[in-house]
């Protein structure tokens, strides 16, 4: 049986007037990536700073590796890791220096120490630049070394508060494939993001967060099949062409500056076939077909009516 890492019932935070976190119910299984969706304002933050026990929720409970994060925050804190969204390195000093620095700070004995610095920078790809000030590093070095920082502890719960946020897509896709390597031995990871390709490519489950509420909790693929829309896709060579098919599918939405036509379809072999062979059937070929489904953007904007860039108010 999977045993939680994490749970949460009843989580709710107020600010004078303004109701942060309603009322949420979360549940993440050890081992796996859960993410938390939602746009800038909407309590990610706030959610993660309640787990990881840096802020105290108004009511409810959390549970993290087991401890209660009211009443054994100091058993909690040295279950987990915490990575935020802007990278906690001393520019000052050079990446092993703050390796070292943290190495100290979790009194690892000296030999055990320099063998975790090591296997961090060369984990990261930080061996190079181990002797360099972190003032020379590029965002992406910055986004690693914090993160290997927070491995020397050895948490088996982390949690990436936005992690890739300003990245560019390499360093954005190194930081994914560090992610699934760390899930790989058995680490479970709480993410959270408003770049919803981020959660579809990592998460084993997401939540929805808007307005403080969740709004929806499910895998990826449970989340996007609640919504309609997935459609073929056919581009033609001509506008003749694109007329013609036009004329024998009256459902499909057309594009003539794109010469496609949209045409609704569950996206299943049996009624791309038959869509195929309609074409046939009246002498017409489509210069390239392509299967379109919901992805988590479409999920995002059907629930909450608005995409992660509106930040909630």
């Known amino acids: 049986m999977t045993t939680s890492a994490i749970t949460a019932s009843g989580l709710r935070k107020a600010y004078q007037d303004t109701v942060v976190l309603d009322g949420i119910d979360l549940e993440v299984p050890a081992g796996t990536i859960f993410s938390l969706l939602g746009p800038n304002g909407a309590g990610k933050t706030t959610t993660v700073n309640v787990l990881t026990t840096l802020i105290k929720a108004d009511t409810g409970t959390v549970r993290v590796a087991g401890y209660d994060v009211a009443t054994e925050a100091k058993a909690v804190r040295a279950a987990i890791g915490v990575t935020g969204q802007f990278a906690a390195v001393d520019e000052l000093l050079t990446g092993q220096e703050n390796l070292q620095l943290m190495v100290d700070l979790n009194r690892i004995p000296t030999g055990d120490g320099r063998k975790v610095v090591a296997g961090l920078l060369e984990r990261f790809q930080l061996t190079e630049s181990a002797q360099k000030p972190v003032s020379t590093y590029s965002g992406g070095m910055r ?8 491995l020397v502890g050895n948490p088996r719960i982390i949690f990436l508060d936005e992690p ?8 954005r896709r190194t930081m994914w494939a560090i992610i699934r390597d ?14 919803l390709d981020e959660a579809d490519q990592l998460a084993d489950r997401v939540a929805v967060l808007d307005h403080g509420r969740l709004v929806a909790q499910g895998t990826p693929d449970e989340l996007k099949r609640q919504i309609p829309g997935t ?4 581009r033609f060579s001509t506008a003749e ?4 098919a036009a004329r024998i599918m009256p459902e499909s939405t057309r594009d003539d500056d794109t010469l496609t036509l949209q045409v609704p379809s569950d996206g299943g072999t049996k009624s ?9 059937e009246y002498a017409l070929s489509a210069e390239e077909f392509s299967v379109r489904t919901p992805d988590l953007d479409d999920v995002f904007l059907a629930l909450t009516g608005h995409t992660t860039e509106v930040a909630a108010k």
């Open 182 to 195: 760390l899930v790989a031995d058995g680490v479970t990871i709480f993410l959270t993001t408003q770049y």
């Open 231 to 234: 459609h073929v896709r056919l």
């Open 143 to 150: 986004r690693k070394l914090d993160l290997a920082m927070t």
């Open 164 to 171: 890739t946020t300003g990245l560019d897509p390499r360093s």
């Open 241 to 244: 062409e694109l007329d013609a």
């Open 272 to 280: 791309v076939r038959g869509l195929l062979d309609r074409l046939d």
